[in-house]
């Protein structure tokens, strides 16, 4: 709905012009305009800030249980084009183990499903302005942006389709759930999927969307809320905007106009060759805070994925005012990025399930923010092995169920009988075994975490892509969430650290900063913070930094360890994306814009640091006889995890609890990153061999009974074992202090829990 602000300050809002797009995809629109005093529409718009905040009194009120491990066929239309053999379509799943299938749209029909008792859940209810791929102008992306550059990079292109700030569509949208919860509701489906692959943009590629004026006007009232007046946000933006009004975010070109340039206003077209001349690697220019003040894009690029954030939060509760006891998440996520709306912390507190695409650690980032809540995993998979590999991976992470994609690649569709097609008949054997009762007892017992935090910030991702995209000049917006899935340094870093915490047989988790500000360590336990690339902090955030590293926990002997370890220079600027004069980190760690590793202690007056590029890492890791100095470094700084396993064995440690028994899991710790067209991506060809290994008990765990769950063998009571370590399936243990018959076992544990 197009909005107008009149000389007279009021903002109209009425019926698109003949110029504006219309067409059979558009929710309908009244045809009178409305006049509100801009004022007012601040404070409406106030309103709705406060309002769209993701419901904490939601949470996971009067939701239906989800224990099972659920297999889901997503189902093409070849399945109801027949509808006298939909009955033997579904038969057909479930003798390849699928127990749920997928209903199309809030207006699908469910009846076939009724009429066999199949389980489903709701699909894609949200298809229109959630993703851009579909029933958009812009669905062809690559030609869009080719387009855009060759006509003068006009501004105009900014106005998004769909504008998420509009409330004629919002309320559109939410008619949808409601519909689908209408609908559906009386059925208990499994789930209702909002949208699947959405973005503000299209995937995460970078484009300055949303310049649409009802987006621009709800910008300017966020803003309010993040500065005391006019004059702070222009001291804070290095801007001289005379009125709320004029207020308007950087466009990506405008900032790097700012720091090619140092000048405050971006005057015409960047230099582009001043850009790529920058030295970024060390911010030499640290006594130039205007050249680095990249608070005008940062700040809009926050409110963009608060605005995705609302949406589908108000999304979610228009549906759950009608069905309460359905979960509504999302499908198809990118990785965390600053365009898209890829705030994962933020994402997370708006869904109550998700099914991310496991790029640039997206599944261990919502694991992290999302426990107890269903995560699942798309199947593309079409042998055995990876399949088994990927799934029980997964499971061991906490996934509650996979989707197999898709329907026209199982059944043979030109054979009357309806046949599985060998990719079916692959999968089978591995959708059996993970809903068998040794599945089931992992998914069941509660999983243990090391308190071992690693630094999420949509911030730094933010500066972060600012600093790394200089190198493309004019050509950032073909910076395609492709390339950046295997380039982009922040990200190898993030996942560097992570890998290499798990070969040493820890099990850490991600912290956002709403939750590092609170954070308040166990005086009696080892504790680690680690930020990777943390260049955006907030004063909170630095504070807790600095708590970690003075505050020795009192009266505890031994005393624990607290180690702080950061790559590169954590809180030079701060939560807006604004270079501050002076480093608020000054004498903990160094100002070099690099991605090397660092330590400080509680207490300790050295700062302890590695001349190694952490970047390096991921793919060094992967070599047939890998020697890294980070393994031995970090074993230095915090040691080890509670099971231990020989670090060049490449091994991931999940550890369990259920009744009085501990289990174990110990696969081979591959790189699980998927590719853009969402392959699992290569380099994992030296993990892909079984290995004769050991695992060893640490600290003062002692001997315990040990058993092959697999095999049904008891190991004996022992501090250390060998075993195969297979590279297609985990080995499986239960610890036990006291003897039990192997003979059903897995079945005693289960009931114990």
């Known amino acids: 709905m197009p909005i107008t602000v009149t000389d007279q300050g009021f903002l109209e809002l009425g019926p698109p012009s003949p110029a504006d797009r219309v067409d059979s995809t558009t929710p309908r629109r009244h045809a009178r305009r409305v006049r509100i005093p801009c004022a007012a529409f601040c404070l409406l718009g106030l309103a709705w800030l406060a309002c769209a905040q993701p419901s904490a009194s939601l949470g996971d009120r009067a939701l239906r249980p989800w224990t099972d491990y659920r297999v889901i066929m997503w189902v093409g239309n070849r399945a109801w084009q027949q509808p006298d053999k939909v009955p033997l379509f579904l038969d057909r799943l479930r003798e390849m183990g699928v127990d749920t299938a997928m209903a199309y749209g809030a207006d699908a029909a469910a009846q076939p499903y009724l009429d066999r008792h199949f389980p489903y859940y709701v699909e894609n209810i949200v298809n229109r302005g959630l993703c851009l791929k579909w029933n958009s102008s812009v669905t062809d992306w690559d030609k869009h942006v080719t387009a855009w550059a060759k006509n003068g990079r006009p501004e105009t292109a900014y106005v998004r389709d769909y504008c998420l700030d509009d409330p004629e569509w919002l309320e559109w949208a939410r008619d949808q759930m409601r519909a689908a919860a209408r609908r559906h509701g009386p059925n208990a489906p499994l789930a209702y999927d909002i949208r699947d692959e959405l973005s503000v943009t299209v995937s995460a590629n970078p484009f300055d969307y949303d310049f649409a004026p009802a987006a621009l006007a709800g910008f300017r009232v966020w803003l309010r809320t993040q500065y005391r007046d006019l004059d702070a946000l222009n001291d804070a933006w290095a801007t001289s ?21 140092g000048e405050a206003s971006p005057r015409g077209n960047p230099d582009w060759q001043a850009l790529q001349r920058l030295d970024v690697r060390t911010l030499a220019s640290l006594k130039e805070p205007v050249r680095w003040n990249l608070a ?120 009357g009988d309806y046949p599985l097609t060998p990719k079916a008949l692959a999968l089978a054997p591995v959708l059996r075994e993970l809903r068998s009762p040794l599945a089931r007892l992992f998914l069941e017992a509660e999983r243990e975490r090391d308190p071992i935090y690693i630094h999420y910030s949509q911030p730094s991702i933010q500066v972060n892509w600012l600093l790394e995209s200089t190198v493309d000049g004019s050509t950032w917006h073909r910076r395609f969430s492709s390339f950046e899935a295997s380039h982009n340094r922040q990200a190898k870093v993030r996942n560097a650290w992570l890998k290499a915490l798990q070969d040493l047989g820890w099990s850490p988790q991600f912290i956002a900063a709403d939750r590092l500000v609170r954070l308040e360590p166990d005086p009696a336990t080892d504790s680690t913070l680690v930020l990777p690339q943390s260049w955006a902090m907030s004063d909170p955030e630095i504070e807790a930094v600095r708590r970690l590293v003075h505050e020795q926990p009192p009266h505890a002997r031994p005393a624990p360890r607290r180690a702080v370890l950061c790559s590169g220079a954590p809180g030079l600027f701060d939560e807006h994306g604004r270079l501050l004069a002076s480093h608020r980190l000054d004498g903990l760690f160094p100002r070099t814009i690099d991605a090397r590793p660092a330590a400080r202690h509680a207490n300790a007056s050295a700062l302890r640091a590695l001349d190694l590029d952490l970047a390096a890492f991921p793919a060094e890791r992967l070599a047939r006889v890998p020697d890294s100095a980070l393994w031995r470094w970090l074993h230095e700084q915090i040691g080890c995890g509670p099971i231990r396993v020989p670090v060049e064995a490449r091994a991931r440690v999940h550890r369990f609890r259920i009744g009085d028994a501990r289990l174990v899991a110990i696969e081979r710790n591959i790189d699980y990153h998927m590719s853009e067209d969402l392959e699992q991506a290569g380099g994992n060809d030296a993990l892909e061999q079984p290995i004769e290994t050991t695992a060893e008990l640490t600290g003062s765990a002692g001997p315990l009974h040990v058993y092959d769950l697999r095999a049904g063998r008891h190991l004996g009571r022992v501090s250390r074992w060998t075993f195969t370590l297979d590279p297609w399936s985990p080995s499986l243990f239960a610890l036990l202090e006291e003897p039990r018959a192997s003979d059903g076992l897995i079945e005693a544990l289960l009931e114990s829990r």
Not at 357 to 378: H, K, Q, V, W
Not at 379 to 402: I, M, S, Y
């Open 241 to 261: 905007f005379a009125a709320w009004d004029d207020v308007r975010p950087f466009t990506t070109d405008q900032i790097k106009h700012r720091m090619a340039s």
């Open 296 to 415: 005008p894009w940062c700040d809009f690029r926050t409110y963009m994925d608060l605005c995705l954030e609302r949406t589908l939060d108000a999304l979610r509760q228009a549906a759950r005012a009608i069905d309460p006891e359905t979960p509504v998440g999302i499908e198809g996520t990118q990785m965390p990025h600053a365009f898209g709306g890829y705030d994962l912390a933020r994402l997370a507190r708006a869904l109550d399930w998700v099914e991310p695409y496991d790029i640039g650690n997206a599944r261990e980032i919502f694991g992290s923010f999302m426990p107890g809540r269903p995560i699942l995993a798309t199947v593309f998979e079409k042998e055995t092995n990876p399949a088994r590999r990927r799934l029980w991976h997964l499971l061991l992470e906490g996934d509650r169920g996979c989707i197999i994609w898709w329907s026209e690649d199982c059944i043979d569709w030109d054979r």
